[in-house]
């Protein structure tokens, strides 16, 4: 592997090697209604050279960078591989972004070409930072398309430091993100991913999430794309999804926890089982209610915790989830637990601090906490992104400068138990620090979902002139209501912690990408509207 770095760190050139191992193996199988498209690796490789050869024909050169706007397919990942053929550097924002979003992803990107689907062309319309990008591209399925005009021509030679990817990421408030991602960073991560999901190559998996099918194309294993919306993870039609898995022969899976929930409830209501032999779930806190459905209705569970900017960092089969989250009380831990980290990554716990961290001659030990105690989440490892585009405001609050080493903070709060096992406690900033004692988000909220018909749990603190801040309590119950006996079930349940404020909704906002974890800005929104 590293005398392939050297000679070209090109991330098409490993999966080219993979093609021509398995030319006539499925790479992509693409599902919509009634109608499948399919691609071998072969094709791909033919239809990667095709589409390169365009972008060369248009001027488009190592460095360059290219918006892409195509749904999760066969085409999407035809552009993206031959974007990075050419050396030039891939561009994503997220599909729900709105017009300030996008317009500050293009400002800061300043991408040469922009390729999407038709209906994406209309972005140029209503969009004036768009209709400025000098180059466009339609893109179209890969079997409208002809054969390479120049099938010999090999991936551009790029060192591993060469960026290759760049993806914005939009969250609730505040300018998007722009996470930029290397070849040698994409290599890292496949490794990583390759060591924790374990597959082989007789598998045929259904990805979810864009990124693992890059995972799947460097593995030489099928990738089934789901028949969904991605940008809707929580409202598949489950039906569908099952009876493609059982048509296609799936057998494994990866997604969003809100993906398998529904795929849980459906086939628990109908006596049915996923037909896989291993599944994991992550991007967003998996809870053990979830962790409970899919062991009744799958074979192996893996929970994998990670983060925009790493993934994996850790991860725990969903028995020993389980049975770790159960004292001997039957009552539960404090967190969530996590398991150990994945061996491609460091990771230390941090005392909380709202600043940027910087270390100085003590180095770490003047910031770690003592064991069992809670702390940041802060990570290095090759498959961690070390910095942002054009950012040095985001860089200072979420990067630490350890001499050559960059790690990454989190944001997300855990503790260690005696195993060395991660327990997640929550978002740093949510933390509630009322009358000096600090009271972490994620035990009350799991704790609250033991109440019957409560479905979702967000705990926060609110700015208190006697208490410094009040915590507030928020659970989703169809009712949009508790009565007085449930209440009173409820505060007992999420004891000690205290609960100043508890508000009853029928939904609680959710992030778009995952459709799982609260959309805190959003629900604060809705609080006040009420």
């Not at 459905?293 to 790493?310: C, I, M």
């Not at 090759?382 to 080493?405: F, I, N, Q, S």
């Not at 915590?471 to 004891?495: I, N």
Request: proline share 7%.
């Amino acid at each position: 592997m590293a005398a392939l770095i050297v000679e070209n760190a090109n991330l098409v050139a490993r999966l080219l090697e993979r093609a021509a191992l398995h030319p006539e193996r499925e790479a992509i199988v693409e599902c919509h209604g009634t109608r499948t498209r399919r691609i071998t690796f072969a094709g791909l490789a033919d239809d990667v050279a095709a589409r390169a050869a365009d972008l060369r024909t248009r001027g488009c050169k190592p460095g360059d960078r290219v918006l892409i706007f195509v749904p999760m397919s066969i085409a999407l990942y035809g552009v993206l591989l031959a974007v990075l053929h050419v050396g030039a550097v891939a561009v994503f924002v997220d599909a729900w972004a709105d017009r300030r979003r996008l317009e500050a992803a293009v400002r800061r990107s300043r991408p040469r070409v922009f390729a999407g689907v038709t209906r994406a062309h209309l972005l140029r319309l209503l969009s004036p930072a768009v209709r400025a990008i000098p180059e466009a591209i339609w893109v179209r399925n890969a079997s409208a398309r002809s054969p390479a005009s120049e099938p010999g021509t090999p991936p551009v030679p790029l060192s591993a430091d060469a960026a290759a990817l760049v993806t914005f990421t939009t969250g609730s408030t505040g300018t998007p993100k722009a996470a930029m991602r290397s070849h040698a960073f994409l290599w890292s991560q496949h490794l990583a991913l390759s060591e924790h999901l374990r597959h082989a190559e007789a598998d045929i998996d259904m990805p979810t999430l864009p990124v693992f099918v890059l995972e799947n194309l460097a593995s030489g294993v099928t990738s089934v794309l789901p028949d969904f919306d991605p940008r809707r993870p929580g409202e598949i039609d489950p039906a569908r999804i099952h009876a493609q898995m059982t048509r296609e022969r799936v057998t494994t899976s990866s997604g969003s926890p809100a993906f398998y929930q529904r795929l849980a409830d459906w086939c628990a209501e109908h006596g049915e089982r996923l037909p896989l032999r291993r599944l994991a779930t992550g991007g967003a806190p998996v809870l053990p209610p979830l962790v409970r459905a899919l062991r009744k209705v799958a074979n192996e569970v893996q929970v994998v915790y990670g983060s925009t900017e790493a993934e994996p960092i850790a991860g725990i089969d969903a028995a020993e989830m389980l049975a770790a989250m159960e004292d001997e009380s039957g009552g539960l831990q404090a967190g969530l637990c996590a398991g150990h980290e994945v061996s491609a990554i460091q990771l230390k716990l941090v005392r909380p601090h709202d600043g940027p961290l910087e270390l100085d001659d003590r180095g770490w030990a003047a910031w770690e906490v003592a064991s069992g105690e809670v702390g940041e989440v802060v990570v290095t490892g090759d498959h961690v992104l070390a910095g942002y585009l054009d950012d040095p405001e985001a860089e200072r609050a979420h990067k630490v400068r350890d001499g050559a080493r960059v790690w990454h903070r989190t944001g997300d709060a855990a503790r260690r138990d005696a195993l060395g096992r991660l327990w997640l406690m929550g978002r740093l900033q949510q933390r509630v620090r009322r009358s000096g004692v600090t009271w972490w988000p994620g035990p009350p909220e799991l704790r609250a979902l033991t109440e019957p018909g409560v479905r979702h749990a967000a705990y926060f603190g609110e700015r208190d002139a006697s208490l410094g801040e009040h915590a507030v309590l928020c659970v989703e119950h169809a009712d949009g209501r508790l009565d007085t006996a449930a209440e009173a079930r409820l505060r007992a349940a999420v004891a000690p912690s205290p609960v100043d404020r508890l508000r009853v909704l029928r939904r609680i906002p959710r992030d778009p990408r995952h459709a799982s974890k609260t959309d805190l800005g959003a629900l604060r929104q809705a609080l006040l509207r009420d």
